[in-house]
T-cell receptor, first 112, second 116 residues
Framework: AQSVTQLGSHVSVSEGALVLLRCNYS??????LFWYVQYPNQGLQLLLK??????LVKGINGFEAEFKKSETSFHLTKPSAHMSDAAEYFC??????????FGKGTKLSVKP | DTGVSQDPRHKITKRGQNVTFRCDPI?????LYWYRQTLGQGPEFLTY????????KSRLLSDRFSAERPKGSFSTLEIQRTEQGDSAMYLC??????????????FGDGTRLSIL
C-alpha cells in the first residue's frame, strides 16, 4: 500500500527566501509522485509530477522537486518565495486504481 | 479547455436531508474521480469512473452515498440522510485514460457542504 507523509503542517518564510516543503512516501512499487497547490476555496492545481526518468522535476511557477529513492523523499523547493506562493501544498502518490493518495498538506505563509 | 466544473459551489442543508452534487469533467477525459476533503486534511478518494462504469469505491463511501455517470460525461454524487460528519469539501477530478499512471488529474473547485 502507498502512503505519503508531509513533515510540517505550517511553514513560514520571508519573501525572497528559499522554500522547502518536505514529503516522504511509502510504496511497494515504483512510485508516481505529484505536488499540488490549493488556494483558499479552490480546487487543486498540479505543480509537477514524477513518473520515470529524470529525478529532478521542474514544474510551474518556479517550483521543482527531486525524487530520491534512497531517502523515499520528494521534497518541493523554490529558490525565491513570492507573496503569491502563500497557499496549501499537497504531496500525493498514485494508488493502485489510479487514484491519488494525499498527505495532510503543508500551509505555506510568506512574510513581506 | 474549460476545466472541471462543479455545481453548486456551496450547499447548506439540515441534517437528514438528501443532497446531490454535479461534476462536469474536461470533455475528452474518460476517467472521473470523487474525493472528500475535511478541514486540515488532504483529499481522500471516494470513487472513480472509467466512462460510465464505476470501477472502484472506497470504504469511505457508505451506503448513504451513491455516484453515477450515466452517459460517461457528467457525474453526480448523492448523499442521503446527511449527517454532521458529512460536512466537507467534495472534489471532482478528471483525467485522460492513456497510461493511467502518467495522466495527471485535473480538479474542479469543489462543492463545500455544510450540515446544520
Amino acid at each position: 500500500a502507498q502512503s505519503v507523509t508531509q513533515l510540517g503542517s505550517h511553514v513560514s518564510v520571508s519573501e525572497g527566501a528559499l522554500v522547502l516543503l518536505r514529503c516522504n512516501y511509502s510504496s511497494s512499487v515504483p512510485p508516481y509522485l505529484f505536488w499540488y497547490v490549493q488556494y483558499p476555496n479552490q480546487g487543486l492545481q498540479l505543480l509537477l509530477k514524477y513518473t520515470t526518468g529524470a529525478t529532478l522535476v521542474k514544474g510551474i511557477n518556479g517550483f521543482e522537486a527531486e525524487f530520491k529513492k534512497s531517502e523515499t523523499s520528494f521534497h518541493l523547493t523554490k529558490p525565491s518565495a513570492h507573496m503569491s506562493d502563500a497557499a496549501e501544498y499537497f504531496c500525493a502518490v498514485r494508488g493502485s486504481q489510479g487514484n491519488l493518495i494525499f498527505g495532510k498538506g503543508t500551509k505555506l505563509s510568506v512574510k513581506p | 479547455d474549460t476545466g472541471v466544473s462543479q455545481d453548486p459551489r456551496h450547499k447548506i442543508t439540515k441534517r437528514g436531508q438528501n443532497v446531490t452534487f454535479r461534476c462536469d469533467p474536461i470533455s475528452e477525459h474518460n476517467r472521473l474521480y470523487w474525493y472528500r476533503q475535511t478541514l486540515g486534511q488532504g483529499p481522500e478518494f471516494l470513487t472513480y469512473f472509467q466512462n460510465e462504469a464505476q470501477l472502484e469505491k472506497s470504504r469511505l463511501l457508505s451506503d448513504r452515498f451513491s455516484a453515477e455517470r450515466p452517459k460517461g460525461s457528467f457525474s453526480t454524487l448523492e448523499i442521503q440522510r446527511t449527517e454532521q460528519g458529512d460536512s466537507a469539501m467534495y472534489l471532482c477530478a478528471s483525467s485522460e485514460t492513456g497510461t493511467v499512471s502518467n495522466q495527471p488529474q485535473h480538479f474542479g473547485d469543489g462543492t463545500r457542504l455544510s450540515i446544520l
